[in-house]
Structures are given as structure tokens and as C-alpha cells.
């Protein structure tokens, strides 16, 4: 496996090309590259960040890469952090426990607020911005390209935005869905973490396209299915990769789409989501495993992909209706 794939726009489509010689060698249309990173094994959901909005990251802020970042800031410290965009993404805030702060985003200034869990703050590139906490404090911040901004804008409202798109900072606000999405990602682990954090990111931008977007959306286009040799090789992806985490742009890149088209196009061919899909296929190994082989049930959770056997359990009876031993015991062929 490679560790980035290549997205190729054709104008303002993404375009169903036969692969084979010669299908992206289209020099008289316009292109947009977008690198989808393949995250190395065990991808942190949440990083921390040592510095104020700066993720604890080792390959930094890949502008390449239309991923969502999500880092964490937490202290009690009474200092004053600085920090300004160095890039071309917006920072999403959400506090996460009652505070006290002081905040300047360029000229606005938001002097000893009392704020709460669920008050969200935005700020756009090229915006220097410094804080004061009078209190302990604990934030996420959402580091969010600007390509995955378009990207999503696109799949939603069927046409790319040529002059970009931008967020609006609705501070001081409290939005009670951004805040609940962002517990969800504090309790996510297991091997199959990566995917669902994918999800919920996807989630968190198209809500901010919603509410907080500065671009009138258009009307909305049908969205057509994953064709199939696309979905052959997803499945045969998702088959060779079923004892190892997987990311939602892993399988989007094995299909040669954006996150956004993959998701909706694939859910419209095979009428679940990837991530329920995935969890499927990983009970399906483990179900064949459990009647053919007499490996504890512990280790045989991390063989199919899970992260621990609590998880792997609880997963197993929601899709087949008893517990791996029950299972076993009833269905053991040897």
C-alpha cells in the first residue's frame, strides 16, 4: 500500500474513467490534484498540542491533504498563547468545559467572556489570533483544509466553488451539535476508530457549510452509484486490509475518490455506509474463524481488525445476535 493516492478533477467533475493506459492523460482539461494520505497504522483521532493550536503532529500541517485534524488543548495555565494561520484552512473551536477567557481574532476582541461547554469559535486564514485563560481550560481544535471545505461544498451543493469558500466566526455562539460530535470523537478507539473519526469529520464541515458558510449554496445534483469495477476494488481493499485499521480515505483512495464522493456514491451503489460495511465484512472473517479454528476469542478480535475483545464482542452480537462464544459453540465445524 502507498502511502498517499491521487484524486484527478476534470473541470469541475470528477470523471468515471475506465482505468487503464492513457485514462488521466487529459491535457486539455482543467485538473485539481488532491493527495488523499494513506494515515500509518494506529493514526492518533485527537492529537495534543504542546503549543496553543498547533497539533503535536510529526509531518506538521500537510497542506496537500484534505483531511480534518482534530488536536486537543488542555491546562490551567494563565499565560498569554499567540498562534496565526500559516496555511490555507480554517480553526474550529469548541470548548469542552466552563472557562474564562480573553480572545482576539484579528480586530475583533472578546475580553474576560465566560464561556461554556458547546461555544464554538472560528477563525480563517491569515488571522492572528491570542488568548488569555483566567481559568483551567480543555478546547478541540478543528483544523480544516480549505480543499475539503470545496470538496464537501461541492458534493453537497453540486457545483465547485470557484471563488473558494468561507466560514463565518458566529462567536459568541453555542452550537450543541458540534459539541456533541465532539465528545463522540473523545470516546472513539479500537482499530476501526480512524474510519468513524473520518465520519463524524465529514459530519462537523458539512454542518459548518450549513450554518456558518459564506457561499450561497445552489440546488442539489442526484448523486449516482459507485460504478462497479470502483466498488471491485474497494472490496478487494477492504478484504486484504480487514486485520488492520482503516481510515475512510484508505478506501476512498482505493477507489480514486474524494471522501465526500466516496461515501455518498458508495452508500448509493451498495445502500450502507463504508464503515457499517467494513464492520460486516470484519464479523464475516470472524464468524468463519470461529467455527473452523480454536484461536481465543481475544486474539482472533485483533486478527479481524479490533482493537480489544470488549469492542470486538459488542460489535459481534449487535450484527449476528449472540456472543463469539455462544457463536462458536453452536456453529463450530470441527
Known amino acids: 500500500m502507498t502511502d498517499s493516492s491521487v484524486l484527478e478533477f476534470f473541470g469541475n467533475e470528477p470523471q468515471e474513467l475506465e482505468p487503464g493506459p492513457g485514462a488521466h492523460d487529459r491535457a486539455d482539461s482543467p485538473r485539481l490534484l488532491i493527495s488523499l494520505e494513506r494515515p500509518r497504522p494506529h493514526r492518533p483521532v485527537i492529537y495534543k498540542e504542546r503549543k496553543w493550536r498547533l497539533p503535536d503532529k510529526p509531518d506538521g500541517m500537510d497542506q496537500r491533504v484534505p483531511r480534518l485534524v482534530v488536536s486537543r488543548w488542555q491546562g490551567a495555565d494563565r499565560d498569554q498563547h499567540s498562534f496565526e494561520i500559516a496555511g490555507d484552512y480554517h480553526i474550529l473551536a469548541v470548548i469542552l468545559q466552563p472557562t474564562r477567557l480573553s480572545l482576539r481574532v484579528g480586530p475583533r476582541s472578546f475580553q474576560h467572556q465566560d464561556v461554556v461547554p458547546g461555544v464554538i469559535q472560528i477563525t480563517p486564514p491569515g488571522l492572528p489570533a491570542d488568548v488569555v485563560y483566567a481559568r483551567p481550560y480543555d478546547i478541540l481544535h478543528f483544523h480544516i483544509p480549505n480543499a475539503l471545505l470545496m470538496e464537501c461544498f461541492d458534493w453537497s451543493h453540486g457545483k465547485w466553488p470557484t471563488d473558494g469558500v468561507a466560514l463565518r466566526d458566529p462567536l459568541p455562539a453555542r452550537d450543541a451539535l458540534l459539541e456533541k460530535l465532539g465528545t463522540t470523537l473523545l470516546s472513539i478507539d479500537g482499530a476501526d476508530g480512524c474510519l468513524f473519526a473520518d465520519f463524524l469529520g465529514l459530519a462537523i464541515v458539512t454542518h459548518l457549510l450549513r ?111 449472540l456472543t463469539p462464544l455462544r457463536w462458536r459453540q453452536s456453529h463450530c465445524l470441527r
Open 211 to 321: 450554518l456558518y458558510s459564506e457561499v450561497s449554496p445552489p440546488s442539489a445534483r442526484k448523486i449516482t452509484a459507485l460504478p462497479r469495477w470502483r466498488l471491485k476494488r474497494v472490496n478487494e481493499f477492504i478484504e486484504a486490509h480487514l486485520d488492520s485499521p482503516v481510515a475512510l480515505a484508505d478506501v476512498a483512495g482505493a477507489a480514486g475518490l474524494s471522501c465526500m464522493h466516496f461515501a455518498a456514491q458508495f452508500r448509493a451503489a451498495t445502500g450502507v455506509r463504508p464503515h457499517e460495511y467494513l464492520v460486516r465484512r470484519r464479523i464475516a472473517k470472524a464468524q468463519a474463524m470461529l467455527a473452523t479454528t480454536d484461536m481465543p476469542i481475544a486474539e482472533l478480535a485483533l486478527a479481524v481488525g479490533f482493537g480489544s475483545q470488549a469492542h470486538f464482542t459488542v460489535a459481534f452480537k449487535r450484527f449476528s445476535g
